[in-house]
């Protein structure tokens, strides 16, 4: 069965800098897209970035600048890097990766558990 387990994230003081991981196991056959969204309490979801199997990397407008998406194919994984944080961008981050099964594996776009981030002085 396919996993993806997150690690990083924590609490920050303003001006502050985090990293994020996003790795998936299971039998995949091929990764498309990664990416993070975010969800701040009493908000929607929002997406935050995501990096295509090329590495052609998108980022929303708070996240330009900011953040840097980054991916290892070769350990299935996705990282966000979060520098100058400030207190607005506090919210639990999730990961997501769009996976080919291996056979008897289902493909589709999978989830991590979520991490939170609080940037707080």
């Known amino acids: 069965q396919v996993q993806l387990v997150e690690s990083g994230g924590g609490s920050v003081q303003p001006g502050g800098s985090l990293g994020l991981s996003c790795s998936a196991s299971?039998?995949?056959?091929?990764?498309?897209?990664m990416g993070w969204f975010r969800q701040a309490p009493g908000k929607q979801r929002e997406l935050v970035a995501w990096?295509?199997?090329?590495?052609?990397?998108n980022y929303v407008d708070f996240a330009k600048g900011r953040f840097t998406i980054l991916r290892d194919n070769a350990k299935n994984t996705v990282y966000l890097q979060m520098y100058s944080l400030k207190p607005e961008d506090t919210a639990v981050y999730y990961c997501y990766q769009d996976i080919v099964g291996a056979i008897g594996e289902t493909t589709g776009h999978y989830w991590g558990q979520g991490t939170q981030v609080t940037v707080s002085s």
């Open positions: 299971g039998r995949i056959f091929d990764i498309r897209d």
């Open positions: 990096i295509s199997s090329g590495g052609r990397t």
